[in-house]
């Protein structure tokens, strides 16, 4: 009996990551088939046993997430998270390879080889968030998301396996965030289909048009005229910011994508600064660009799950909230 109860005692610690009203409804019933399928003399949950059920209480709490949201405005504001993160690296790897850059100087009679497009590293930094944006542009939420995973792998573990002190850059530390993002904002609501729906295609191509300039103003070597030498670009890019900034205050689902770009903000200020002013923020430790937006994520997902269970009804007799 003792052995029975140690196994019985484990198998509910497991049982424990399920939903309250998933276990309330099929918790006997799952402890039963565990028990009924276990040895005489077991004392430990089988290793697949324990994985299965930790899947099947994560699907659970995952599926739930988007109807648990206190209010419509989070699932939209996760849903143009979809579709604008895509942009913004898209725009990034323009400027990190100067492949913009070079048709500038092209049109404007100075034209260059991007030899280094031949290079291996260029490819995920490019045409991975290429792939992402068309995807998004399309309205085919999963695979936006495994194409924004997979984008952040093939661009950042290089960097991390060639030298750890990549970390501290800004730069890196702005892809590990914004890839992540832009796979949960697709997961977890209607997707980029209803972040069209919402922008409208002049809404995207302005959004398009502002990421790539300021991306090219943060780096591009064409805007190097006297008009654009410092503090020009941080003035132009702060007032960019600034007016985003105030456009997504004046609704609801705007604060909500304003709180949730924030995350990547830390990383993306320590990035700026190190390109608009080699001296700026040089002795930031590169933990804390990760280790800030992290605090960050973790406060604002505490925030989100306070608010839910404050405005959460309680569900009818018999009822599965988790679905």
Same mark, same amino acid.
């Given at each position: 009996?003792?052995?029975?109860?140690?196994?019985?005692?484990?198998?509910?610690?497991?049982?424990?990551?399920?939903?309250?009203?998933?276990?309330?409804?099929?918790?006997?019933?799952?402890?039963?088939?565990?028990? *009924?399928? &276990?040895?005489? +003399?077991?004392?430990? !949950?089988? /290793?697949?046993? =324990?994985?299965? @059920?930790?899947?099947?209480? %994560? #699907?659970?709490?995952?599926?739930?997430?988007?109807?648990?949201?206190?209010?419509?405005?989070?699932?939209? *504001?996760? &849903?143009?998270? +979809?579709?604008?993160? !895509?942009? /913004?690296?898209? =725009?990034?790897? @323009?400027?990190?390879?100067? %492949? #913009?850059?070079?048709?500038?100087?092209?049109?404007?009679?100075?034209?260059?080889?991007?030899?280094?497009? *031949?290079?291996?590293?260029?490819?995920?930094?490019?045409?991975?968030?290429?792939?992402?944006?068309? @995807?998004?542009?399309?309205? %085919?939420?999963?695979?936006?998301?495994?194409?924004?995973?997979?984008?952040?792998?093939?661009?950042?573990?290089?960097?991390?396996?060639?030298?750890?002190?990549?970390?501290?850059?800004?730069?890196?530390?702005?892809?590990?965030?914004?890839?992540? %993002?832009?796979?949960?904002?697709?997961?977890?609501?209607?997707?980029?289909?209803?972040?069209?729906?919402?922008?409208?295609?002049?809404?995207?191509?302005?959004?398009?048009?502002?990421?790539?300039?300021?991306?090219?103003?943060?780096?591009?070597?064409?805007?190097?005229?006297?008009?654009?030498?410092?503090?020009?670009?941080?003035?132009?890019?702060?007032?960019?910011?600034?007016?985003?900034?105030?456009?997504?205050?004046?609704?609801?689902?705007?604060?909500?994508?304003?709180?949730?770009?924030?995350?990547?903000?830390?990383?993306?200020?320590?990035?700026?600064?190190?390109?608009?002013?080699?001296?700026?923020?040089?002795?930031?430790?590169?933990?804390?660009?990760?280790?800030?937006?992290?605090?960050?994520?973790?406060?604002?997902?505490?925030?989100?799950?306070?608010?839910?269970?404050?405005?959460?009804?309680?569900?009818?007799?018999?009822?599965?909230?988790?679905?």
């Amino acid at each position: 009996m003792s052995e029975v109860s140690a196994l019985e005692r484990r198998y509910r610690w497991l049982i424990a990551a399920y939903p309250p009203g998933h276990r309330r409804i099929h918790g006997d019933e799952m402890m039963g088939v565990l028990l *009924a399928s &276990a040895r005489p +003399s077991q004392r430990w !949950p089988r /290793l697949a046993d =324990a994985a299965d @059920l930790m899947l099947g209480a %994560l #699907l659970l709490r995952v599926r739930a997430l988007p109807r648990q949201a206190p209010d419509p405005a989070w699932r939209d *504001a996760l &849903a143009l998270l +979809s579709l604008i993160v !895509p942009i /913004l690296m898209l =725009a990034d790897g @323009l400027a990190t390879t100067d %492949l #913009l850059g070079i048709a500038i100087r092209t049109v404007a009679g100075h034209p260059a080889t991007p030899f280094w497009l *031949a290079y291996p590293w260029v490819w995920p930094v490019i045409f991975g968030p290429a792939l992402m944006t068309l @995807l998004a542009l399309l309205g %085919l939420r999963r695979s936006t998301a495994l194409a924004a995973l997979a984008v952040t792998v093939t661009s950042v573990v290089p960097d991390v396996m060639t030298s750890a002190s990549y970390l501290a850059s800004g730069h890196t530390a702005l892809r590990i965030f914004l890839g992540p %993002l832009a796979a949960v904002g697709a997961l977890l609501s209607p997707g980029p289909r209803r972040a069209r729906e919402i922008l409208r295609w002049p809404g995207v191509a302005a959004i398009g048009a502002g990421a790539i300039g300021l991306a090219e103003l943060s780096k591009g070597p064409e805007f190097d005229i006297p008009l654009m030498r410092w503090p020009t670009p941080w003035l132009v890019i702060a007032a960019v910011l600034a007016l985003t900034a105030g456009a997504c205050m004046l609704s609801r689902t705007g604060r909500r994508l304003l709180m949730i770009l924030a995350m990547p903000g830390v990383a993306y200020a320590s990035y700026l600064g190190r390109a608009l002013e080699p001296g700026w923020s040089r002795d930031l430790p590169g933990v804390t660009v990760l280790l800030l937006p992290t605090g960050l994520a973790i406060g604002e997902i505490v925030a989100l799950v306070a608010a839910r269970r404050r405005r959460r009804p309680m569900p009818p007799p018999g009822a599965d909230p988790a679905g």
